[in-house]
Nanobody, 128 residues
């Protein structure tokens, strides 16, 4: 059973930084794709960033390019999201997600329906 546990959320002022972590367990993740999604109140859950565990290719939504960085640690089996230059519009619950295979188009990796495993979410609040 795959388990994903997020940590690192909190309250930060605009322009500040936060680092989210997702601890993964229950499988060998070398063939997986991992992603971060976010959901603001009253809005749909949206794609933020994804990484193919093997090879490390990364993908981002345009609104976070140049500010957020997704990475993975093979030894700790964690996926992180470094968020810099945070804006109030980044305020949301952030979810870690895992897909059993990374064999997928970039477009597929941006779809929440493509992921079968989810963490419980961590709140990120950016004050203006």
């Amino acid at each position: 059973q795959v388990q994903l546990v997020e940590s690192g959320g909190g309250l930060v002022q605009a322009g500040g930084s936060l680092r989210l972590s997702c601890a993964a367990s229950g499988r060998t993740f070398s063939s997986y794709a991992m992603a971060w999604f976010r959901q603001a109140p009253g809005k749909e859950r949206e794609f933020v960033a994804a990484i193919r565990w093997s090879g490390g290719s990364t993908y981002y939504v345009d609104s976070v390019k140049g500010r957020f960085t997704i990475s993975r640690d093979n030894a700790k089996i964690t996926v992180s999201l470094q968020m810099n230059s945070l804006k109030p519009e980044d305020t949301a619950v952030y979810y870690c997600a895992a897909r059993r295979t990374s064999i997928a188009t970039m477009e597929t990796l941006r779809m929440k329906e493509a992921y079968g495993y989810w963490g419980q979410g961590t709140q990120v609040t950016v004050s203006s």
